[in-house]
Nanobody
């Protein structure tokens, strides 16, 4: 079992920044990719980014590439999402996720085994 606890969401003006944190506990994370998804009202949950916990490689959805950065702190078993140049369309509930498999289709995503509770990010114009 992996438990994921998210924090850092809130209200920010367009162009601003937020850093989300996801503290993981339970079984070792070395076997997982850690990632972030988001879901806006009335929309499907959208893949944002992942990081390979073991190797550190990352991947980003085109919508956030160049603005968001995922990172990990191995000592704290924590993954971060640094969000910069935020846009109103970034408004969503952001979910931390852990998965064992990357799916490479038309667009790459993460096959999720564990979800965090979600944290609201609201970007005002």
């Amino acid at each position: 079992q992996v438990q994921l606890v998210e924090s850092g969401g809130g209200l920010v003006q367009a162009g601003g920044s937020l850093r989300l944190s996801c503290a993981a506990s339970g079984r070792t994370l070395s076997r997982y990719f850690m990632g972030w998804f988001r879901q806006a009202p009335g929309k499907e949950r959208e893949f944002v980014t992942y990081i390979n916990w073991s190797g550190g490689s990352t991947y980003y959805a085109d919508s956030v590439k160049g603005r968001f950065t995922i990172s990990r702190d191995n000592a704290r078993n924590t993954v971060y999402l640094q969000m910069k140049s935020l846009k109103p369309e970034d408004t969503a509930v952001y979910y931390c996720a852990a998965g064992s498999t990357v799916v490479a289709g038309t667009t790459r995503t993460l096959e999720v085994d564990y979800w965090g509770q979600g944290t609201q990010v609201t970007v005002s114009s």
